[in-house]
T-cell receptor, first 113, second 113 residues
Framework: DQQVKQNSPSLSVQEGRISILNCDYTNSMFDYFLWYKKYPAEGPTFLIS?????DKNEDGRFTVFLNKSAKHLSLHIVPSQPGDSAVYFC????????????FGTGTRLTVIP | KAGVTQTPRYLIKTRGQQVTLSCSPI?????VSWYQQTPGQGLQFLFEYFSETQRNKGNFPGRFSGRQFSNSRSEMNVSTLELGDSALYLC????????????FGAGSRLTVL
């Protein structure tokens, strides 16, 4: 049973435009959310995170929004750059004191120059 | 500093065999987690070790096991391989457990024939 879902397997965006990647979760016990980015032949790398006590977190071109009532989070990339082309994984944690994350299946972002 | 190193990077086994994968975490990191990545399921948590003790275990059969050594290096073993075990196995490390921000290795791609 997939507790974290990324319903869009792929997304294409023009360079300079906004990329919006979406993620839904079902477990109301999740209290910490992360986005990881993965390039081919590399492991995922941490991008940005948000605690359930917040509804927004920004880091440069990347902003994550959390809507707890809808059990939905999104990652906004503005402006999108060709180097952002990668697979983006949404992840969630329900437990402090352990490193077990629940990941979505990923969204492949392609930024077109 | 060196990242998370996983060996071997690629391997092919046949059904019924066993396999051992190795992970060397970032120097100073004491937590090592293992994840299985398959196209349909995304990344799924296998287990986490911290200071040689298993902290948490995912929903995988007992054929999947792991251990951590005193130098924080970790191994995972899969016995009686099945075709469905074909996947990318990712190791991730962090300084402490419960941080959720993990540094991943590039993975070991296992193909079971």
């Amino acid at each position: 049973d997939q507790q974290v879902k990324q319903n869009s397997p792929s997304l294409s965006v023009q360079e300079g435009r906004i990329s919006i990647l979406n993620c839904d979760y079902t477990n109301s016990m999740f209290d910490y959310f992360l986005w990881y980015k993965k390039y081919p032949a590399e492991g995922p790398t941490f991008l940005i995170s948000i605690s359930s006590i917040k509804d927004k977190n920004e880091d440069g071109r990347f902003t994550v929004f959390l809507n707890k009532s809808a059990k939905h989070l999104s990652l906004h990339i503005v402006p999108s750059q060709p180097g952002d082309s990668a697979v983006y994984f949404c992840a969630a944690s329900a437990q402090t004191g352990a490193n077990n994350l629940f990941f979505g299946t990923g969204t492949r972002l392609t930024v077109i120059p | 500093k060196a990242g998370v190193t996983q060996t071997p990077r690629y391997l092919i086994k046949t059904r019924g065999q066993q396999v051992t994968l190795s992970c060397s975490p970032i120097s100073g990191h004491r937590s090592v987690s293992w994840y299985q990545q398959t196209p349909g399921q995304g990344l799924q948590f296998l287990f986490e070790y911290f200071s040689e003790t298993q902290r948490n275990k995912g929903n995988f059969p007992g054929r999947f096991s792991g251990r951590q050594f005193s130098n924080s290096r970790s191994e995972m073993n899969v016995s009686t391989l099945e075709l469905g075990d074909s996947a990318l196995y990712l190791c991730a490390s962090s300084y402490l457990t419960g941080t959720n921000v993990l540094t991943f290795g590039a993975g070991s791609r296992l193909t079971v024939l």
